[in-house]
């Protein structure tokens, strides 16, 4: 399933840098995660394991294949956001969101 990324709270950021930026936090989501097939159904995993168990939780509180999408989706977006704000530190603030296409 495809899935779009919008950049958010970047108010100094021209209208080129945002895409740009948008375009690298998704590169580094298709990447850290194998497919871009695979990130619409990961993120929805993880934010349903969220809603569940909060932000934290404990690693015996979840099955293995949970503690597996968790695990894999923290390390996607920490390197998407790398990716996307390394070299614009002015976008500090910035927070993506991601929806199905």
Known sequence: ???????HAAEDATPQQVQAAEQRFRAALDASLGDAALVWPVYRTYMKLVATYGESPAEDVLSPEELEIFTQWQAAES????????????????QFDIHPA
Not at 1 to 7: A, E, G, N, P, T
Not at 79 to 94: E, F, H, L, N, V
């Open 79 to 94: 390197a998407a956001m790398t990716a996307a704000i390394g070299p614009d530190r002015y976008m500090g603030d910035a």
């Open 1 to 7: 399933m495809s899935y779009r990324v919008k950049l």
